[in-house]
C-alpha cells in the first residue's frame, strides 16, 4: 500500500508556479454544503450573489431549492489562501523562476530533471483570506470542518519545529 | 394593487393587507380564505382573506363577485377596485408566499409540504385579522386536502370561530369569492411584474400558464436552465417538472443529507465470507478525518 503511494508520488510530481502567487488577485468565495461534480465557471455574480440576504441569524441564500445559512470565516493569522489552477498538459519551457529550486535540488542525489515533461504544474488564480462558509438550513458555526481544518497549519508547524534543547 | 413590498424582496413572504374597516372590529363577521397559485411551477402562491360584517353579507354578494376562475382578468380587476370602494365594510389580507420560499419548504430536510404549508398560511390570515381586531363569527375556507380533517384542525385552532371548510367554497360563499379575487388578482401581478433576483441575459416573458402541463411553460423551463444554478428563483425546484428537467439538462447534485449508500471503508456483508484478503483501505488519523483533510501527494 505504502510502497505504492510513493511509486504515485514518483510519477505524478507537482510544480508550483510561483510567480503565480504573487499576481493572484484576491476573489470571493463561496463554500457550499454540497458537491457538483464538474469543473467549470458557474455564474455566481448572476444568480448567487444577488439573491444573498442578511437575514436576523446572519446570511441566507438558496442553492437548488434549498435553504443555505452562511457566515464569514477569516483565515488565521499569517495565512493566506490561493485558489489553485491546474496547467493544460503541454510543452513548457523551464520558466527563471524556478531557479531557486533548481539550486536546492543539485543538493539531492537524484540527477533527474526536476522538471519532467510528464510532471504537473499548477498555479494560483486567485487569492483569499476570508471566504463566505455555508451550511444546509444552519450555520456552520464553529464545529464546522473546515474551520477545524485551518487549524492544521498551526499544528503542523508546532509537531514539525525544533524543540528548544534546555 | 400596491405590490411594491415584496418587488423589493421576493424571495421570502409579503403579507399585504387592507385598513381594517371600523365597522368590522365592532360587528361580527364573516371572513373567507382562498388561495390562487397553488398548482403552478413558476411564481408565487397567494393566499388570501376578505371579510364583512354578517350584517352587509348582501351589499358584498350585490357586488356579483364570483368565483376567480369563472372570471376573466378585467373583471377581476373591476371587482377589486369596486372592494377598494366599498372599503367601510370589505378587508381584505394577503399572504404572498414566494416560490423561493416554497422550494425551501418543500426541499427541506424536514420537508414541509405545501398542504401544511397552506393549512398554516391559511390560519395564520385568521390569526392576523383577529389580532387586528375584527370581530371574527364565521371562517369559510376552500379546501386544500381533506375537508373534514382541515375543518377540525381549523376550528380547533379557533374555538371560538364557526368554521366551514367546504370544495368549491369560492363559488358558494361570497367572502370567500372576494378572498379568491384579491389572491388571483395579487398572484397575477406579480408574475407580470417579477423581479427576478438573478441577472439574467435573454430572459423572455413567453412562460404560459405556469402550469407544469402547459408546453409553452415546459419549453421556458427548459431555455432558463442554469447547469450549476438550475433555474432562477422563479421557478418552484421542487416540481416534479422542474426536478425532472434538472436530472436531464443540469449537473448532479450531491447534499450531505442525500442519502448514505456506501459507508466508507464497509463493503458488502458477504465479502466477510470470501477467501482471500481482504482489500481494506487504511483510514488516516481520525485528526484529519474529523477535518475533512487529506493529503495533496497527487492531485
Given at each position: 500500500?505504502?510502497?505504492?503511494?510513493?511509486?504515485?508520488?514518483?510519477?505524478?510530481?507537482?510544480?508550483?508556479?510561483?510567480?503565480?502567487?504573487?499576481?493572484a488577485a484576491p476573489v470571493t468565495l463561496h463554500l457550499l454544503p454540497c458537491e457538483v461534480?464538474v469543473n467549470q465557471p458557474a455564474p455566481v455574480g448572476r444568480f448567487f450573489t444577488p439573491a444573498i440576504r442578511q437575514g436576523p441569524a446572519g446570511l441566507e441564500v438558496s442553492f437548488r431549492g434549498r435553504k443555505l445559512r452562511g457566515e464569514e470565516v477569516v483565515l488565521?493569522?499569517?495565512?493566506?489562501g490561493?485558489v489553485?489552477?491546474?496547467?493544460?498538459?503541454?510543452?513548457?519551457?523551464?520558466?527563471?523562476?524556478?531557479?531557486?529550486?533548481?539550486?536546492?535540488?543539485?543538493?539531492?542525489?537524484?540527477?533527474?530533471?526536476?522538471?519532467?515533461?510528464?510532471?504537473?504544474?499548477?498555479?494560483?488564480t486567485a487569492s483569499f483570506s476570508r471566504f463566505t462558509l455555508w451550511g444546509l438550513e444552519?450555520i456552520p458555526?464553529?464545529?464546522?470542518?473546515v474551520?477545524?481544518?485551518?487549524?492544521?497549519?498551526?499544528?503542523?508547524?508546532?509537531?514539525?519545529?525544533?524543540?528548544?534543547?534546555? | 394593487?400596491?405590490?411594491?413590498?415584496?418587488e423589493r424582496d421576493n424571495t421570502g413572504?409579503?403579507?399585504?393587507?387592507?385598513?381594517?374597516?371600523?365597522?368590522?372590529?365592532?360587528?361580527?363577521?364573516?371572513?373567507?380564505?382562498?388561495?390562487?397559485?397553488?398548482?403552478?411551477?413558476?411564481?408565487?402562491?397567494?393566499?388570501?382573506?376578505?371579510?364583512?360584517?354578517?350584517?352587509?353579507?348582501?351589499?358584498?354578494?350585490?357586488?356579483?363577485?364570483?368565483?376567480?376562475?369563472?372570471?376573466?382578468?378585467?373583471?377581476?380587476?373591476?371587482?377589486?377596485?369596486?372592494?377598494?370602494?366599498?372599503?367601510?365594510?370589505?378587508?381584505?389580507?394577503?399572504?404572498?408566499?414566494s416560490p423561493n420560499l416554497?422550494s425551501t419548504?418543500?426541499?427541506?430536510?424536514?420537508?414541509?409540504?405545501?398542504?401544511?404549508?397552506?393549512?398554516?398560511?391559511?390560519?395564520?390570515?385568521?390569526?392576523?385579522?383577529?389580532?387586528?381586531?375584527?370581530?371574527?363569527?364565521?371562517?369559510?375556507?376552500?379546501?386544500?386536502?381533506?375537508?373534514?380533517?382541515?375543518?377540525?384542525?381549523?376550528?380547533?385552532?379557533?374555538?371560538?370561530?364557526?368554521?366551514?371548510?367546504?370544495?368549491?367554497?369560492?363559488?358558494?360563499?361570497?367572502?370567500?369569492?372576494?378572498?379568491?379575487?384579491?389572491?388571483?388578482?395579487?398572484?397575477?401581478?406579480?408574475?407580470?411584474?417579477w423581479q427576478f433576483v438573478e441577472k439574467l441575459q435573454d430572459l423572455?416573458?413567453?412562460?404560459?400558464?405556469?402550469?407544469?402541463?402547459?408546453?409553452?411553460?415546459?419549453?421556458?423551463?427548459?431555455?432558463h436552465v442554469e447547469p450549476v444554478f438550475g433555474f432562477p428563483q422563479f421557478v418552484?425546484f421542487?416540481?416534479?417538472?422542474?426536478?425532472?428537467?434538472?436530472?436531464?439538462?443540469a449537473e448532479?447534485v450531491?447534499?450531505?443529507?442525500?442519502?448514505?449508500?456506501?459507508?466508507?471503508?464497509?463493503?458488502?456483508?458477504?465479502?466477510?465470507?470470501?477467501?482471500?484478503?481482504?482489500?481494506?483501505?487504511?483510514?488516516?488519523?481520525?485528526?484529519?478525518?474529523?477535518?475533512?483533510?487529506?493529503?495533496?501527494?497527487?492531485?
Amino acid at each position: 500500500m505504502e510502497s505504492s503511494d510513493e511509486a504515485a508520488v514518483q510519477k505524478h510530481r507537482i510544480h508550483l508556479r510561483p510567480v503565480s502567487l504573487r499576481d493572484a488577485a484576491p476573489v470571493t468565495l463561496h463554500l457550499l454544503p454540497c458537491e457538483v461534480p464538474v469543473n467549470q465557471p458557474a455564474p455566481v455574480g448572476r444568480f448567487f450573489t444577488p439573491a444573498i440576504r442578511q437575514g436576523p441569524a446572519g446570511l441566507e441564500v438558496s442553492f437548488r431549492g434549498r435553504k443555505l445559512r452562511g457566515e464569514e470565516v477569516v483565515l488565521p493569522p499569517g495565512l493566506v489562501g490561493y485558489v489553485m489552477v491546474m496547467e493544460e498538459k503541454q510543452d513548457f519551457s523551464e520558466g527563471p523562476e524556478n531557479d531557486d529550486e533548481q539550486e536546492e535540488q543539485e543538493l539531492v542525489e537524484p540527477p533527474e530533471a526536476l522538471e519532467r515533461n510528464f510532471d504537473c504544474f499548477i498555479g494560483a488564480t486567485a487569492s483569499f483570506s476570508r471566504f463566505t462558509l455555508w451550511g444546509l438550513e444552519t450555520i456552520p458555526g464553529p464545529d464546522a470542518k473546515v474551520r477545524g481544518a485551518l487549524t492544521w497549519p498551526s499544528l503542523a508547524a508546532a509537531i514539525h519545529s525544533q524543540v528548544p534543547e534546555d | 394593487m400596491d405590490l411594491s413590498e415584496l418587488e423589493r424582496d421576493n424571495t421570502g413572504r409579503c403579507r399585504l393587507s387592507s385598513p381594517v374597516p371600523a365597522v368590522c372590529r365592532k360587528e361580527p363577521c364573516a371572513l373567507g380564505v382562498d388561495e390562487a397559485g397553488r398548482g403552478p411551477v413558476l411564481g408565487p402562491m397567494v393566499y388570501a382573506i376578505c371579510y364583512c360584517p354578517l350584517s352587509r353579507l348582501a351589499d358584498l354578494e350585490a357586488l356579483k363577485v364570483a368565483d376567480s376562475k369563472t372570471l376573466s382578468e378585467s373583471e377581476r380587476d373591476r371587482l377589486f377596485a369596486k372592494m377598494k370602494e366599498d372599503r367601510d365594510f370589505v378587508g381584505w389580507a394577503l399572504d404572498v408566499l414566494s416560490p423561493n420560499l416554497i422550494s425551501t419548504s418543500m426541499l427541506g430536510r424536514v420537508k414541509y409540504n405545501l398542504n401544511s404549508l397552506s393549512h398554516d398560511t391559511a390560519a395564520g390570515l385568521v390569526q392576523y385579522a383577529l389580532d387586528q381586531g375584527v370581530q371574527v363569527a364565521q371562517v369559510f375556507v376552500d379546501t386544500v386536502g381533506m375537508p373534514d380533517t382541515y375543518q377540525q384542525r381549523l376550528q380547533q385552532r379557533f374555538p371560538g370561530v364557526e368554521v366551514t371548510v367546504k370544495a368549491k367554497a369560492d363559488a358558494l360563499y361570497p367572502v370567500v369569492s372576494a378572498a379568491s379575487i384579491c389572491a388571483k388578482v395579487a398572484r397575477d401581478q406579480a408574475v407580470r411584474n417579477w423581479q427576478f433576483v438573478e441577472k439574467l441575459q435573454d430572459l423572455d416573458a413567453d412562460y404560459g400558464s405556469g402550469y407544469p402541463n402547459d408546453p409553452k411553460t415546459k419549453a421556458w423551463l427548459r431555455r432558463h436552465v442554469e447547469p450549476v444554478f438550475g433555474f432562477p428563483q422563479f421557478v418552484r425546484f421542487s416540481w416534479r417538472t422542474a426536478q425532472s428537467i434538472l436530472e436531464k439538462e443540469a449537473e448532479d447534485v450531491t447534499w450531505e443529507d442525500s442519502g448514505t449508500e456506501d459507508q466508507e471503508g464497509l463493503g458488502r456483508i458477504t465479502s466477510y465470507f470470501n477467501e482471500g484478503p481482504r482489500t481494506r483501505p487504511r483510514l488516516p488519523h481520525r485528526y484529519f478525518q474529523e477535518r475533512s483533510l487529506e493529503a495533496a501527494t497527487s492531485l
